[in-house]
């Protein structure tokens, strides 16, 4: 029992402190504690709290109006928004519809696809394949395209089963194939799976670039993204990009499809995209893609708040941020300084296993031995017990376990975007000191 209050939503075991305030990386409870964001909270807020430029962007349309029907009128902010978004993403992505988050965007995405299947005669193409293990949404839909076993379980026979294939997990390879090898590997399976679902069947590959709460983080060989971009075009399967967590500069480039110079026929943004300040998300497409919709009648999709000049306001204002402060290029140039401090703790930790991803999207994981590596009983709950010590000491970080085909406890050590250097070494200090107090309390149940 979560107390007398009606709100209904999940709780840690460890009741939370009431939110008071956000300052740039810093959030106070209402006891006056300090905790830096370590997460960015679900790696959202990218631009720090309570950024006054975009509050008085946003007060400034809120004096207008928060709310006109989209049917009704158009908006600036929704048109300026979307003009904006197009000009920050790679040419070829010059269609963009808005939502309120990521689940959302996840769906959107997939009804575009379909709606462009069978506005092009392509109607028998149905499948989306997705991979396991990955995190796209928590509505039925989005669910369904999730490889993350402990979500689905319980809803699992009212989901109608789509194909996944194993996301490369190379870290945990022990093979004596190359790099690009190993990636070239893991998108043969894509290829494997079209051809056992019937190509004519399969209408897209949904994949995060860079996984995010699912696996940690991970970053797939640069041959994994070139090849599987090969495979959609050549059996004609649309390529979805779930940036949900990775695009709007958190992976140091505004999307991460841009590291490998990959043009997804799809995107999904949400998280970063409204940084916290409205519930925003957006699907960016190929007018290829739109165009062929919208001659057969539109896109037969929309949600009520969806491009609402609050949150589209909000969505301006944080675009703009990124640009005129360099947010992207700090996040780039940053993740680099805290990457290799964590990168550091190596040596000082046994049980830290690996640490891996991009920009301002790093994680480590858990383990009980590097060298096979074998992850920590399940018992010692790691995953909860590091992330509540660190909560004490005041720095927020995220964790999961995955279950399934691996298991493993990884950190998502993902401050905002305008992190400075000084603020990494207060991180680093906050993370010394928990993973210290971790080690002595874990001392007896590693192996020797
Ligand atoms: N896709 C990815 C990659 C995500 O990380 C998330 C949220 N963790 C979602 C989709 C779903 O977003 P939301 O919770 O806003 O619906």
């Known amino acids: 029992m979560t107390g007398d209050s009606p709100y209904l939503f999940y709780q840690s075991r460890n009741p939370r402190p009431y939110l008071d305030r956000g300052e740039g990386i810093y959030l106070y409870d209402e006891s006056g504690k300090r905790y830096i964001d370590g997460s960015s909270g679900a790696m959202v807020s990218n631009i720090g709290h309570s950024n006054p430029r975009v509050l008085a962007k946003m007060k400034a349309q809120m004096d207008k109006a928060t709310f006109g029907y989209r049917l009704h009128f158009r908006t600036h902010p929704s048109e300026d928004l979307a003009a904006k978004t197009v000009s920050m993403c790679p040419q070829g992505l010059d269609r963009v519809f808005f939502v309120s988050g990521g689940s959302e965007a996840v769906e959107s995405a997939v009804k575009l696809a379909r709606q462009y299947a069978v506005a092009t005669g392509q109607g028998t193409r149905y499948r989306v394949i997705s991979r396991f293990p990955s995190y796209h949404g928590c509505t039925f839909g989005a669910l369904d395209l999730t490889g993350y076993e402990p979500l689905r379980a319980p809803f699992a026979p009212m989901m109608e089963g789509m194909p996944k294939i194993t996301a490369p997990t190379t870290y945990l390879d022990r093979d004596t194939l190359t790099e690009e090898e190993r990636g070239f ?215 999961r376990r995955t279950r399934g085909g691996y298991e493993g406890d990884h950190f998502l050590i993902c401050p905002p975007l305008i992190v400075t250097k000084a603020q990494i070494e207060e991180i680093m200090n906050l993370l010394e000191a928990s993973l210290s107090r971790f080690a002595d309390e874990i001392a007896n149940a590693l192996p020797e």
């Open 185 to 399: 590997r893991y998108a043969e399976l894509l290829r494997e799976q079209i051809e056992e679902a019937g190509p004519e069947t399969v209408l897209a590959f949904l994949m995060e670039p860079v996984g995010g709460a699912s696996t940690g983080a991970l970053v797939a060989p640069d041959s994994y993204y070139q090849r599987t971009r090969e495979i959609c075009e050549e059996y004609g399967v649309l390529l979805i990009y779930d940036e949900v967590m990775t695009g709007a500069g958190r992976t140091g480039k505004f999307l991460a499809a841009e590291h490998w110079g990959i043009t997804p026929d799809i995107v999904a943004l949400s998280k970063g995209f409204g940084a916290g300040y409205a519930p925003l998300g957006a699907i960016v497409a190929s007018s290829r893609i739109v165009e062929p919709v919208l001659d057969a009648g539109g896109f037969q999709h929309g949600f009520t708040y969806a491009g609402n000049p609050l949150a589209c306001s909000a969505g301006l204002a944080v675009l703009e941020e990124l640009e005129e402060q360099n947010l992207i290029e700090n996040a780039a140039r940053m993740g680099d300084v805290l990457k290799a401090r964590l990168e550091g703790l190596m040596s000082r930790y046994q049980f830290i296993g690996d640490v891996r991803g991009k920009g301002l999207l790093l994680a480590f994981e858990l383990v009980a031995d590097r060298s096979t590596m074998e992850p920590l009983p399940r018992e010692l709950n790691a995953y909860t017990r590091l992330v509540e010590i660190a909560y004490e000491q005041g720095l927020i970080i995220y964790s």
